[in-house]
């Protein structure tokens, strides 16, 4: 048997059930020895026996199921990442993703994305809808901001704007890889039902899209290179890198840079020069 000093997981709730105020949830602040809730007040907010969550403290309760660490996340006031220290902690995985829809872009975000100046950027959702963008995303990529919200979204770009397809000089490659990544990204992120209407509907609209689906191939989205065929500037390489939004699992930034020199003046006299032709 472990001792509650030298087990993390009973160290954690501990901790975690000193930092609650008893008044805050309906129980009286007098008469305790020490800070927070009783643990008999924790397994009845959580719903479990006081005896099992004392030993649990103790470091000798067994492993919880997940069911019960989501009602000890809750019964403790968890936020997302000390949830998912207290799955670590007794699981030793992190628990079930639970797909929650991104609360919008931060001004910080945008700001962000302003800060780069040559490197044309934006923030999409895990249904690929584009919902953030800088300047050099407007000259180089296309001015988002001309299309209805509803068409700001790069898979009906792809597969359903001509003047976009014609600038993807690999499209059918291009095409075939974000597809398999869109399945892989919404699979991982617990969003397949969240985007079951939104498929069906593309998959209508688009029999390629439609057959692409079907192959069921996933990919990982981190790194690459595009390239496009811009009707100002001609060909330009761009090399891209994903990154998760802290704190906004449902969020992603996508950040290109010229691939070469030539790509970057290319970039340079799109950026600095009168306004470009847009995605419409």
Known sequence: MVGNEENPLALFLRDRRARLDPAAYGFSPSRRRTPGLRREEVAQRANVSATWYTWLEQGRGGSPSAEVLDRLARALELNPVEREHLFLLAQHRPPQVQYEAPQGVTRRLQCVLDAMTYSPAFVRTVRWDIVAWNHAATKVLGDYAELPPDQR????????????????????????????????????????????????????????????????????????????????????????????????????????????????????????????????
């Open 153 to 280: 979204n790069s898979l009906r770009l792809i597969f359903g704007n001509r003047r976009v397809r014609e600038r993807m000089t690999e499209w059918e490659s291009d095409a075939r890889g974000i597809v398999a990544t869109f399945r892989a990204e919404i699979a991982r992120l617990g969003a397949s039902r969240e985007v079951e209407t939104f498929v069906a509907e593309l998959c209508e609209q688009s029999p390629e899209f439609a057959a692409m689906w079907r192959d069921h191939d996933v990919r990982r989205y981190g790194e690459g290179t595009k390239h496009m065929r811009h009707p100002v500037v001609g060909h330009i390489a761009l090399d891209y890198s994903v990154f998760a939004v802290n704190e906004q699992p449902g969020l992603s930034m996508v950040v290109y840079s010229p691939a070469t020199p030539e790509d970057a003046t290319r970039v340079r006299r799109l950026v600095d020069g009168p306004a470009g032709s847009g995605v419409t």
